[in-house]
């Protein structure tokens, strides 16, 4: 059988810039491949830096050049810093339609044979409301963009996963500062 439609590359050459090849090897019992089988085999699992043959995400969306590396990376660093800024955004779109609001008290041990009133806020939302809708619309669209970063980071290219680290980290820096710190002074495990 002919298999020169495999694409062959030197595994020595480390100056390339195109993802590395792994081979397989054909059994005489079946030779039929189909393109899916080739293209799973080809997938890098170890680290490269290259922007030559990158496919991003989906089969049409292929990088060729260092032009287009750049803008995939600024894409992925944004859409890093956007999934950041989601998750701190519904965090504080749940607090601010909270509708229900009751206030527990109960008894706690206090020094000295005392005894202390503990007061706990619990907070509600209704099923059937606008707020728990958006809330939903906005977790499968947190669940989709984490499930992109992920593949994004999982084709080992190395300057994908670096914009994938560095949009984290700067979403993280610009929108959790404003994010409130809950400091339970009755914890005493520190």
Avoid at 135 to 150: A, N
Wanted: aromatic share 12%; glycine share 6%; hydrophobic share 45%.
């Amino acid at each position: 059988m002919d298999h020169s439609h495999h694409m062959e590359m030197n595994h020595m050459d480390h100056n390339t810039t195109t993802a590395p090849a792994h081979h397989h090897s054909a059994t005489s019992a079946s030779h039929s491949h189909d393109e899916s089988m080739d293209h799973m085999m080809m997938m890098p699992m170890t680290f490269y830096f290259g922007f030559r043959n990158v496919e991003l995400l989906f089969s049409g969306l292929v990088i060729n050049t260092a032009g287009e590396m750049a803008g995939a990376f600024v894409a992925v660093f944004l859409l890093a810093v956007f999934y950041e800024g989601l998750k701190i955004g519904r965090e504080s779109l749940l607090r601010k339609s909270q509708v229900s609001i009751r206030y527990n008290s109960m008894p706690v041990p206090g020094p000295n044979g005392t005894t202390l009133m503990e007061t706990h806020k619990t907070v509600g939302q209704q099923m059937l409301s606008f707020p728990h809708l958006l809330q939903t619309v906005l977790h499968i669209i947190q669940v989709v963009v984490s499930y992109f970063l992920m593949l994004i980071f999982m084709t080992y290219n190395g300057y994908l996963c670096i914009a994938v680290a560095a949009g984290a980290g700067t979403g993280y820096f610009f929108f959790s500062w404003k994010k409130a710190v809950v400091v339970d002074i009755t914890e005493h495990c520190h």
